[in-house]
């Protein structure tokens, strides 16, 4: 295992960790497992985003032990409400809901507390001019979490934070496609994968900007979405028009400036193990370059990423996990029995939604929800 520091962060951290978001709905024994797998290998921070107790009680169970052997970003504005992740900028909600995460980690400090999800000019002041981060700064200051770290698509208001000098740790969505979109374009329009040409094939200059801050101000990048949720992957999906290989979509984002972890979503031991290996992969298997440098004008439509910021669903739809069953059973040639069964035992499914676009706001990836959900029901039947 590679490990890397930064100016604000003295800490040795792996140059691989987890994204938690995918150990959610796994059994006690399988969460266990995971962290077993990635201790082994010498990963040692993990991002834990999600307020859903039972998930948040099984990594701390698996910790139990140990806690000093893996670093815990935990996320202060998100809640659990009637059963679904929602975002939340009350302070008396984030307050009780890091309480409980606190509790359900088995532990009394936090290494890095990140304040989620920041994307525009609007969530900028809704944290930072308020006691959201007076709050945090009070945590800190107290020793409840270490350091300060914020979540964001969007790198002109993630440079602000970078350079209001409040952050130690950003956490940003980094992959070889994302950073040839243009700096405004949401995390929604990414989806969609547009403007690529052997013209426009480049780097956009406020992502490179925001990496060159970051490293001159000393605060380390932890990246999430490297494998742009499976479609760089996949040729089918890949705006490349070709599968990356996960060594090289993890070798892109470290050779970023600033960067100092990637964080892809692992949900079993062999997840973990690819990863890890990536970092010893070859260099044939590392290689982007090759990628990019042939890269062609492309169109692919608007994708889910299945991160659940679109919820809570006032249909009490679980989102993501629709989106992910419908790409399932359109990736065979007939719908699997499995799929459809998993997807006929949801307590709510496409068919209860009431077209209020609520989940389209919250979407950071601009996904036409409304329309995924008719594609769903197409599908399903």
């Not at 590679?2 to 960790?17: F, L």
């Not at 719908?335 to 496409?350: D, I, K, T």
């Not at 990836?365 to 008719?374: G, I, L, N, T």
Request: charged letters at 25%; glycine letters at 6%; proline letters at 4%.
């Amino acid at each position: 295992m590679e490990y890397r520091r930064c100016g604000r962060v003295p800490h040795d951290i792996s140059a691989v960790g987890i994204g938690g978001e995918w150990l959610s709905g796994k059994k006690r024994d399988e969460v266990k497992s995971v962290i077993d797998a990635a201790v082994s290998s010498g990963m040692n921070y993990i991002d834990i985003f999600m307020p859903d107790p039972e998930v948040r009680s099984n990594i701390g169970s698996a910790l139990s032990g140990r806690r000093e052997k893996m670093m815990i970003q935990g996320h202060l504005c998100t809640v659990f409400e009637d059963g679904q992740y929602k975002r939340t900028r009350d302070i008396e909600q984030i307050k009780s809901s890091f309480s409980d995460l606190l509790t359900r980690l088995q532990t009394d400090y936090i290494d890095v507390g990140m304040l989620h999800y920041v994307d525009t000019e609007e969530d900028y002041a809704a944290v930072f001019d308020s006691e959201i981060i007076r709050y945090a700064l009070d945590l800190k200051e107290k020793g409840v979490i270490r350091y300060l770290g914020m979540s964001s698509h969007n790198p002109v208001t993630a440079l602000r934070a970078v350079e209001s000098g409040l952050i130690d740790i950003l956490m940003f969505s980094i992959n070889p496609a994302y950073d040839m979109e243009d700096a405004e374009t949401d995390i929604y329009k990414q989806m969609e994968f547009t403007a690529f040409s052997k013209e426009t094939c480049r780097l956009d200059s406020a992502r490179r900007d925001l990496c060159a801050a970051c490293e001159a101000l000393g605060v380390g990048i932890v990246v999430m979405k490297p494998f742009a949720a499976g479609s760089l992957l996949d040729a089918a999906k890949s705006p490349f028009g070709c599968a990356l290989t996960p060594a090289a979509c993890i070798s892109y984002c470290l050779e970023r400036p600033g960067v100092i972890s990637v964080l892809p979503g692992l949900s079993t031991p062999e997840e973990v193990n690819t990863a890890a290996a990536s970092l010893s992969a070859s260099p044939d298997e590392k290689d982007y370059a090759s990628v990019l440098s042939s890269c062609t004008k492309v169109r692919i439509t608007g994708r889910c990423m299945y991160c659940g910021h679109c919820l809570p669903c006032s249909s009490h739809i679980d989102i993501p996990l629709v989106a992910k069953l419908t790409d399932m059973a359109l990736a065979a040639e007939d719908v699997p029995e499995s799929v459809r069964g998993h997807y006929g035992a949801l307590s709510a499914n496409a068919d209860d939604c009431i077209e209020c676009g609520q989940c389209e706001t919250q979407c950071p990836f601009r996904v036409s929800v409304v329309e995924m959900m008719k594609r769903a029901r197409r599908v399903f039947g």
